[in-house]
């Protein structure tokens, strides 16, 4: 017993102890390589950092979520790209602009509706159907960035509303406005799984489907919120970003559902659902981040930020399998 | 027992469903545009569906095996850059075996992590997927690669040339299917990756290397990418590191159009087959009636989730489901 | 019993699926403070009938009472709220989740906003947690547990209602007998509160050890009620399937050859140690222990799936290291496993590829597998060991137990092994099958394979058995003849209690 509450402290560290470990390299070896002057452990480059951490991490935390539920969304990145349409054209719309600034809540109103809405079309096909959510969730990817072509072609869509871009330039307390957005979101999901019967109950019905059903749990039902939800955040995800950008490519988003899905196995989610926490997941997107950032500041190629990140996502199963190994006592299956 | 009884048509559409789907489809197309027919039409589409096809051959190995390759892309991106990069070096005659045995070394490294380890197979090729990206464009320092001497090469008979007024991919991609199609239902190796996708654990019990057949199903894969990676070198003569981009899912989602089944030991080759021409079809189709490129990925959206959702149902005998 | 109200009444209940009458108009009367046999072998209907008292299935004809008022079910938590509640012999638990969220699963009490009020959810668990007088706390991790104690849960789970009827589908599939005892006491307590207990199990010894009235279905019909006091295991079988069966020792009478198999002083880390025992041609050999005794570890060693810390096999006379699989079966050695579905089968394929799996490589004309081949070997076998089916392309997953396992021996037999080890022959297969797979086992041993049959049901052990080695926590306890063992001297050695001891 004492062995398995070992390991589980061990998992539940081990994100942390890797950004430490980031921290203390990148730090060090920035000394001799790096090709600017700053130090990389300087506040101002932290506070960047979380910031650029914020529009995968917000959908990286619905992903948790879905994941924990024994699901998963291939669609995010869609999704993510056309909340961002939807929010930009929106207030080029007539009466839109007339409206002024109050134009600018409604966007966001517009943005965060289409991703509620389009997660619920995943969510009830999964729920209806039958089909299992990875198949659907493949579908809609392709589906849904279809759907953003269609909306305007093969142009950008742009809009720039000052407003909105002092606004997600702010900070507030030192915090920029999309590290706000990247926190409140996690702090109001981690109260959401850890202290409500939802989020129990999606622990559960990852963890044993037949159980939950048995017990009387709607299940169907319930995978239909948990995908409004990781919709809705990845519109959030969007209107945070492209407030400030103000310009959208119908390929944006492509491979974020990747991006996510990584930093929440980099937090331990396990694949087949019913364990794994967002503030866990919450350290995967800063690793990642860091990771990016660390080796642009040693002065390593942009490229190898995708193999590093590929191996460690390699190497961080095979130590989790390690971890969970009964030793020599194991079956030779 | 279900399965057994079911005779006559209902049975017949239960099981032959995406055979009947493609059938109707191609009528209803031919019916609105009779050029969709026409000869150069079907070839060029089979011509310009033979990379995807090529790959879904091999993943096809892999999902039967119980498992997913959502590296192909990136490593067909890989397999293109390499060998066009060899070409102007050591000339195509020892580029294209050095680039076999580069990606082939990528697909037992893999195999390796899945087959031997036991690691999670979704997690290991999204890493590579991300991993062999960043080698590509470590390889290449990010720029595109093209062939110098574009005229004084025989490299682009695979993507260019044609025997008998038959386009080499199609030939590459006819022959490939084959010869896969005979491993897959006549031998022995073919049999075992039925056995260990459809219970990995039984399989080991009758004697089953479960880790070599595993290892061999990704060994299968490299090779198909390999081999897309030279129709694709050959056809274009040049190339961007992201070729092969997204091309990992599209191909997934033919092999899944094709009745594979996403937890192993379903599937043939034939039906990964039928699965890729539909997907080629309905984009040749919905071009030829002036919807933009697009449009296809609305329509495959649709036929994908609607193909699955029948088989499920005539294996479960009720349309709608009832997850509590 | 009469002047009492039942606690559940069953009146005519009748279920058809297409093709198949699967309850033809079944009654019977379950008295509060009672606890009820149900009977019958695999495919009489008794899961079907337990879908229907659970609200999983409606019946086309007939009328459930609870108490006497007339009742529809329409869920499994909607007969959970009229009192019926099931104990599944499959554990349907979350094992990431604590026992409370477990015990409540479904049903966590809520305050505002959809949080979960923990402070009621461990005050209820930890009151039915002290019913049951377990020694585990509400807080702890259900997957830390051990089987016996996960089973607990699932008993209390059944009781956070006041139930009227409580449904044990075989509860005791994989208990010691230590914890059958504890069992045993819940269901003890649950009869002193007057609730109904229907106790399902193909386990003759504890049926008349425990219960009070049996029921019994055959082919969807309710074939009558006994008094347990009043009735023995031959009427009760007679009434099952409908003849008489011989439960004694089936006499083959064969010579026994030489050593095929010999182990030498074999240790497995903790799971096994110093095992040491021979195997003869014509031999049948049983292991007999509790669950976790060590039996299925020595047979998965043997089998090259485990690997041994010290000792040594010897195979006819000659000194042999297994490796996998793969090398057991190429030295002879076949072991048809303990779990059928998991480890035996892969149920998608048809009866045909999973019989010529071990072999398939050597099947083949050229490079591809002789069709002919295969099919010849499935017939030859199809026809020695009665198996039914419509044909080899039948899926093996529609099979019947006793028709699955016949599948898995056969693949063996087609291998014509030098040593076959059969590991649990007959778990979850019905009584008329059961015993065409022991005569089968006597008979191998006649035509002079040396057989090691582990099983955990003691009238196999003795019904089959030439030699029986008694396993305690790893170790073998002692060694009997079929001549000199007895009932008590077995239970003896497999509790750990040593000859010696024995006053």
Redesign the interface.
């Known amino acids: 017993?004492k062995n398995?509450t070992r390991v589980n402290l061990i998992k539940q560290g081990a994100i942390w102890a890797f950004i430490v470990v980031e921290l203390i390299f990148f730090s060090v070896a920035g000394e001799f390589l790096s090709v600017s002057d700053k130090a990389f452990m300087n506040f101002d480059n932290m506070l960047l950092l979380l910031k650029q951490s914020a529009p995968i991490g917000i959908i990286a935390l619905g992903m948790t979520i879905v994941m924990i539920n024994g699901n998963i969304d291939?669609s995010v990145g869609a999704t993510f790209a056309l909340a961002a349409i939807v929010l930009l054209d929106s207030m080029t719309w007539p009466f839109m602009e007339a409206l002024g600034n109050w134009a600018i809540p409604l966007a966001w109103f517009f943005a965060l509706t289409t991703g509620v809405v389009l997660g619920a079309i995943n969510g009830l096909?999964v729920?209806?159907?039958?089909?299992?959510a990875?198949?659907?969730t493949?579908?809609?990817?392709?589906?849904?960035?279809?759907?953003?072509?269609?909306y305007n072609?093969e142009q950008p869509t742009s809009h720039l509303n000052w407003t909105l871009v002092d606004f997600a330039e702010a900070q507030f307390l030192g915090l920029h406005t999309a590290t706000w957005f990247l926190l409140g979101a996690a702090l109001l999901l981690w109260l959401l799984m850890t202290?409500?019967?939802?989020g129990?109950?999606a622990?559960?019905i990852g963890?044993?489907r037949?159980?939950?059903?048995?017990?009387?749990?709607?299940?169907?039902p319930h995978?239909l919120w948990n995908f409004m939800l990781i919709g809705f955040l990845a519109a959030l995800s969007a209107v945070v970003f492209y407030s400030e950008s103000g310009s959208v490519n119908p390929n944006d988003g492509?491979?974020y559902e990747?991006w996510a899905?990584?930093a929440v196995?980099l937090g331990g989610t396990k694949?087949s659902g019913?364990?794994g926490s967002i503030v866990s997941t919450l350290g995967g997107v800063i690793a990642i981040q860091l990771l990016r950032k660390g080796l642009g500041h040693i002065g390593a190629?942009t490229?190898?930020?995708?193999?590093?990140?590929?191996?460690?996502?390699?190497a961080v199963?095979?130590l989790d399998?390690q971890l969970n190994r009964k030793?020599?006592?194991e079956?030779?299956? | 027992m279900a399965e057994l009884t079911k005779k006559g048509l209902a049975g017949f559409l239960a099981r032959q469903g995406i055979l009947v789907a493609f059938a109707v489809f191609m009528i209803a197309f031919a019916v609105a545009n009779p050029r969709f027919i026409d000869i150069d039409n079907v070839f060029g589409v089979i011509r310009s569906s033979a990379i995807l096809g090529v790959m879904a051959l091999g993943v096809t190995f892999v999902v039967i095996g119980g498992n997913l390759d959502l590296s192909v892309g990136s490593m067909m991106s890989f397999s293109t850059i390499v060998v066009l990069d060899l070409h102007d070096k050591i000339g195509p005659a020892l580029a294209i075996p050095s680039m076999f045995a580069m990606t082939m070394a990528l697909g037992a490294f893999i195999g390796i992590l899945v087959g031997y380890l036991k690691l999670n197979s979704l997690i290991v090729t999204l890493g590579m997927l991300s991993a062999i990206h960043g080698l590509t464009l470590t390889y290449s320092g990010g720029k595109n690669m093209d062939i110098a001497d574009k005229e004084g090469t025989w490299f682009a008979v695979f993507g260019q040339g044609s025997v008998a007024g038959v386009p080499m991919p199609i030939l590459m991609f006819a022959a490939l299917a084959i010869v896969l199609s005979i491993v897959l239902s006549k031998t022995p190796f073919g049999r075992k990756v039925y056995a260990v996708g459809g219970n990995g654990i039984a399989a080991t019990f009758s004697g089953v290397p479960r880790a070599r057949v595993v290892f061999m199903t990704y060994l299968v894969s490299s090779f198909c990418v390999a081999t897309a990676g030279l129709i694709q070198a050959s056809r274009s003569m040049g190339s961007q590191n992201t070729v092969g981009q997204g091309l990992e899912l599209e191909v997934l989602a033919a092999v899944i159009l094709g009745g594979a089944s996403l937890l192993g030991g379903a599937g043939t080759i034939f039906k990964t087959v039928i699965g890729v021409l539909i997907l080629g079809f309905i984009q040749n189709g919905l071009l030829l009636m002036g919807l933009a490129f697009y449009a296809q990925y609305v329509v495959t959206w649709i036929i994908i989730i609607l193909a699955v959702w029948l088989d499920i149902a005539a294996k479960r005998g009720a349309l709608w489901s009832r997850i509590a | 019993m009469t002047d009492k109200t039942p606690a559940l009444r069953l009146e005519g209940i009748v279920k058809t699926f297409p093709g198949v009458r699967a309850l033809d108009g079944v009654s019977f009367t379950v008295m509060p403070g009672e606890v009820h046999a149900l009977m019958g072998e695999n495919g009489a209907g008794k899961s079907t009938l337990m879908k229907v008292l659970g609200g999983i299935l409606a019946p086309n004809e007939g009328q459930i009472f609870i108490e006497e008022q007339p009742t529809i079910m329409s869920s499994p938590m909607n007969a959970k709220e009229k009192g019926v509640v099931f104990i599944h012999q499959e554990l349907s638990l979350a094992d990431e989740l604590t026992v409370a969220e477990n015990i409540f699963l479904g049903e966590l009490p809520r305050k505002s906003f959809g949080r979960v009020d923990w402070t009621t959810l461990y005050d209820q668990t930890n009151a039915i947690l002290k019913t049951l007088n377990v020694g585990f706390d509400a807080k702890k991790r259900v997957g830390d547990l051990s089987i016996a104690n996960q089973q607990m849960v699932e008993i209390a789970r059944a009781l956070t209602v006041e139930p009227r009827a409580v449904i044990f589908d075989e509860p005791t599939a994989s208990l010691t007998d230590a914890e059958k005892v504890v069992l045993f006491k819940v269901i003890e307590d649950l009869q002193s509160r007057g609730v109904g207990v229907i106790y399902i199990s193909h386990r003759m010894e504890e049926i008349f050890k425990i219960t009070d009235r049996i029921s019994v279905l055959r082919d969807g019909q309710y074939r009558g009620t006994l008094n347990t006091s009043e009735t023995n295991e031959e009427e009760v079988t007679q009434l099952m399937i409908g003849r008489t069966l011989d439960l004694s020792r089936a006499e083959v009478t064969h010579e026994t050859g030489e050593v095929a198999l010999e182990v030498r002083s074999l240790s497995c880390g903790e799971l096994f140690e110093d095992v040491s025992f021979t195997v003869r041609r014509g031999e049948v050999v049983g292991f007999y222990g509790l669950v976790g005794a060590g039996r299925t570890e020595i047979a998965e060693t043997l089998f090259g799936l485990r690997e041994p810390s010290s000792g040594t096999i010897h195979l006819s006379g000659e000194e042999v290291r297994i490796h996998s699989p793969a090398d057991a079966i190429r030295r002879g050695i076949s072991l048809v496993p303990e779990d059928r579905k998991g480890q035996g089968l892969i149920l998608g394929m048809n009866c045909r590829d999973n019989m010529t799996l071990p072999q398939v490589s050597n099947l083949t004309a050229g490079p591809f597998v002789s069709d002919g081949a295969e099919v010849a070997i499935f017939d030859q076998y199809r026809d020695k060991l009665d198996i039914r089916t419509p044909g080899w392309r039948q899926t093996v997953g529609n099979l019947s137990g006793g028709n699955q396992q016949k599948i898995v021996i056969g693949k063996w037999l087609s291998m014509h092994p030098e040593v076959l080890i059969v590991d649990e022959p007959t778990r979850g297969i019905d009584v008329g099958s059961k015993s065409e797979i022991h005569n089968l086992i006597r008979e191998l041993a006649a035509q002079g394979y040396a057989v090691i049959v582990i099983s955990s049901e003691m009238p196999e052990v003795l019904h089959v058995s030439d030699r029986i080695i008694a396993m305690f926590a790893g170790k073998v306890m002692r060694e009997f003849t079929a001549d000199e063992v007895t009932e008590d001297s077995l239970i003896q050695a497999i509790s750990g209690i040593k000859p010696d001891k024995v006053a």
């Open positions: 017993m398995e291939l096909i729920w209806k159907t039958g089909v299992d990875f198949i659907v493949l579908g809609s990817m392709l589906g849904f960035r279809g759907l953003v072509f269609m072609g202290k409500t019967v939802h129990r109950n622990y559960a963890n044993n037949d159980a939950a059903v048995n017990a009387g749990i709607r299940v169907g995978f492509m491979l990747l899905i990584t196995v694949l019913g364990y190629d490229e190898t930020v995708n193999l590093v990140i590929g191996l460690i996502l390699i199963l095979f399998r030793g020599k006592e079956l030779r299956t």
